[in-house]
């Protein structure tokens, strides 16, 4: 029994709900293209929020692991600079020329249990 209520688990948390019985909150999440981590303003940041977690996805190349970082949040909204967040292993985009992919910035935020409380992301191309 406890690996059924384990596997529930984790596919609530994969889908983006915080736990069985509540929808994880709809981020609004916009990006731009710099050296190092992108600059990206986030909003719909729900109360209990202590940080945001950040995943960039190629999706022309989905097995290519591109890191994120992590940035510490305490309101509603966040601007965040290029190269602004903690990460010890982002690799930005860089599809073999002349290739043109779609990355994905996800991003999720947690509150301070780890739990996720909402979830978004935005799609841009590179080169563009």
Not at 55 to 63: E, F, R, V, W
Not at 68 to 73: C, I, Q, R
Not at 75 to 86: E, K, R
Request: glycine residues 12%.
């Amino acid at each position: 029994m406890n690996r059924l209520v384990t596997a529930a688990m984790a596919l609530a948390t994969t889908f983006g709900f915080a736990d069985a019985g509540h929808a994880a909150s709809k981020l609004s999440v916009s990006f731009s293209w710099c050296s190092g981590t992108p600059a990206t303003k986030v909003s719909g940041i729900p109360k209990g929020t202590t940080k945001l977690k950040f995943l960039l996805k190629d999706h022309q190349a989905s097995g290519y692991h591109h890191g994120g970082g992590t940035f510490p949040v305490s309101g509603p909204s966040v601007s965040i600079p290029c190269n602004g967040l903690q990460s010890r292993d982002f690799e930005g985009p860089h599809p073999p020329p002349p290739q043109i992919h779609d990355y994905e910035w996800i991003v999720t935020a947690v509150d301070s249990s780890g739990n996720t409380v909402g979830t978004g992301s935005a799609v841009r191309k590179f080169p563009q």
